[in-house]
């Protein structure tokens, strides 16, 4: 009986022996490829319609690469080693390029994300007022259509934008628009950057070896500065 469990054993074993090792790892990473979920694709918004604006928007020269991409969805499926073969570099950009992507899926945009009204790049922005009659005579900003004159309280209102005095809206990249009234924001290379921190002494790592050299340097100075005054 022994024996026969033996044997059964060996012959449901003997595929995984006599193959070799390499095609068991590449049957598992090609098993985990299969479970692995696909990318979320998030939807583009009026001021972010397609991958090169999008590319635009977050900078550090990375709208150099829009012709890479021929659809929104196929920047969205990249993943970093695609993105290398694609020639973006160096590496941090590529890390910058995928945050900037998993942020978008979560809805954490920049300055004028949130437009609904947007044509040829450009959102206008007028003052409203509350109806006669209101508890308040507050104002705020909202985002109109292309050629509206009027302002109802019903057009949304964009965040990081308002009223500064009688008629003036304060907001990132907003200017006046010229014998109109109200504002206009266009799309414009690297409004939503987030600026790359300075290293100080060569950065965390390095800092103190850098201080270290640069003290010693000063001493070194200072003793040559003394033999000087003696001779």
């Not at 979560?106 to 994300?113: A, E, F, Q, T, Y």
């Not at 934008?161 to 799309?187: D, F, H, N």
């Not at 060569?202 to 003793?223: D, P, S």
């Amino acid at each position: 009986m022994s024996n026969m469990r033996a044997q059964t054993l060996w012959s449901s074993l003997r595929p995984l022996v006599s193959a070799p090792p390499t095609s068991i790892f590449s049957s598992q990473i090609r098993c985990l490829h299969k479970t692995r979920p696909p990318p979320t694709i998030p939807r583009p918004r009026p001021f972010v319609p397609d991958a090169e604006t999008f590319l635009k928007l977050i900078g550090r020269g990375l709208s150099r690469h829009a012709s890479k991409f021929p659809s929104w969805e196929a920047l969205f499926t990249m993943t970093s080693p695609q993105l290398k073969e694609l020639g973006v570099e160096p590496p941090r950009a590529r890390r910058y390029l995928l945050q900037w992507m998993q942020r978008y899926r979560k809805g954490v945009v920049g300055p004028g994300g949130d437009f609904q009204f947007v044509h040829d790049g450009e959102a206008h922005l007028r003052i409203a007022t509350p109806p006669s009659g209101a508890a308040t005579d507050a104002r705020w900003v909202v985002n109109v259509p292309h050629g509206e004159d009027s302002a109802p309280e019903t057009y949304p209102r964009p965040k990081g934008y308002s009223v500064r005095g009688l008629k003036t809206i304060a907001g990132s990249y907003a200017t006046e628009l010229p014998g109109k009234g109200g504002a206009v924001v266009k799309i414009t290379e690297g409004m939503w950057e987030k600026k790359q921190g300075r290293k100080i002494d060569g950065g965390e790592r390095r800092r103190a070896e850098t201080r270290f050299k640069r003290r010693k340097l000063e001493r070194r100075a200072e003793r040559e500065a003394d033999l000087m005054k003696h001779l």
